[in-house]
C-alpha cells in the first residue's frame, strides 16, 4: 500500500509506501497524476519517503512498478528518493541512466531538504 499526497498546486506527489506494493498501487497512482500531467504536460516532482523499502507482493507488482515508471518518467521533473534503505541509493543511480528525471537521496530524517531541493 502506498499512501499518496499529491499537492497539486506545487505539482508535487509524495509517496509513502507502508507495506508491499501491490500493482493496484501503481493504478491508483496513475489515476491521480495522469489528469494533472494531461492539462499541465508534466509534475514538478515525487518524493519517495519511506524509512525501509517494502518490496514488491509478488512478480507482477514489480513488473505492474516497471510499467509505471515507463510510462510516466518523462512527465516527472524530479525524484527524491528519501529513505535509510541503500537499496534505494542503488536504484537512484540506476535510474539516472535510463529515466529523464532528475533523482537525488536523502537519508529518511531530511524530508525537510528534499522537499527544499523539490522546489528549486
Request: hydrophobic share 45%.
Amino acid at each position: 500500500m502506498i499512501n499518496v499526497d499529491f499537492d497539486k498546486e506545487r505539482g508535487i506527489a509524495t509517496l509513502a509506501p507502508t507495506e508491499t506494493l501491490h500493482s493496484d498501487d501503481f493504478a491508483k497512482l496513475a489515476e491521480m497524476i495522469d489528469p494533472y500531467i494531461a492539462e499541465h504536460g508534466k509534475i514538478k516532482g515525487l518524493i519517495i519517503y519511506t524509512e525501509f523499502f517494502p518490496g514488491w507482493d509478488d512478480f507482477s507488482s514489480m513488473i505492474t512498478h516497471m510499467k509505471f515508471v515507463n510510462a510516466h518518467h518523462k512527465h516527472i521533473q524530479k525524484v527524491a528518493l528519501v529513505s535509510d534503505a541503500t537499496i534505494l541509493d542503488f536504484t537512484a543511480n540506476i535510474a539516472n541512466h535510463f529515466v529523464n528525471a532528475e533523482i537525488a537521496s536523502f537519508d529518511y530524517k531530511d524530508l525537510d531538504a528534499a522537499k527544499q531541493w523539490m522546489s528549486l
